[in-house]
């Protein structure tokens, strides 16, 4: 049986990285994108890196165009737009789909692990009905990442514990985080 540490990331740069090499180290895996509604939890990603980096923390940020084609770009011009605008410390791989035929291996096994189980937070409401109305009505009967900066939460042990939706108040994800430091 697969664990998140037989799975391998491309930089842009086309070097691959293991996740091994973050085993023992909790991991916080974003599909992030650069002009989403939820874009600036890149600063709240950054916080996260900068308070909790030292204790083990690691972002892992996969840029993803798969939702309304909010990562425009290519590999280069994102990540000058985050660490330009949000000044983000934290490696990122190469913009990927996570959902589809040509989704990342990687979040197979995440949605397995985590699965879909609702929207919380203060637009939770907005996202229920934008998604029932413009992309699919039963959207919620499928483990499929709804939305860009879907977080999943891996422990020292390389566990997925947790699936943050993008609605989730980011208070609640940095619980998670030291919870597992």
């Known amino acids: 049986m697969a664990t998140i540490y037989d799975f391998t990331l491309e930089k842009p740069d086309d070097t691959e990285v293991s996740l091994s090499e973050f ?11 650069t002009g989403c509604g939820f874009t600036p939890q890149y600063e709240d990603l ?3 890196y900068d ?3 030292d204790q083990g923390l690691e972002i892992v940020d ?8 909010q990562a425009p770009g290519t590999d280069d011009e994102i990540h000058e737009f985050c660490t330009m605008t949000f000044g983000t410390p934290y490696q990122q791989y190469r913009k990927s789909e996570v959902n589809g035929d040509d989704q990342l291996p990687l979040y197979a096994f995440l949605k397995e692990a985590q699965g879909f189980t ?11 009905g934008y998604l029932k109305e413009n992309v699919d009505p039963d959207y919620a009967s499928n483990d499929d990442i709804k939305w860009n900066f879907t977080k999943f939460l891996v422990d020292r042990d390389g566990t997925v514990v947790a699936r943050f939706e993008p609605t989730v108040d980011m208070a609640l994800v940095e619980d998670a985080v030291k919870d597992v430091l």
């Open 23 to 33: 085993r023992g180290r909790p991991m916080l895996i974003v599909n992030s994108a």
């Open 46 to 48: 950054k916080n996260l």
């Open 51 to 53: 308070a909790y980096h």
């Open 62 to 69: 996969i840029p993803c165009d798969q939702f309304g084609h």
């Open 118 to 128: 609702g929207f919380t937070g203060e637009k939770a409401e907005f996202m229920d």
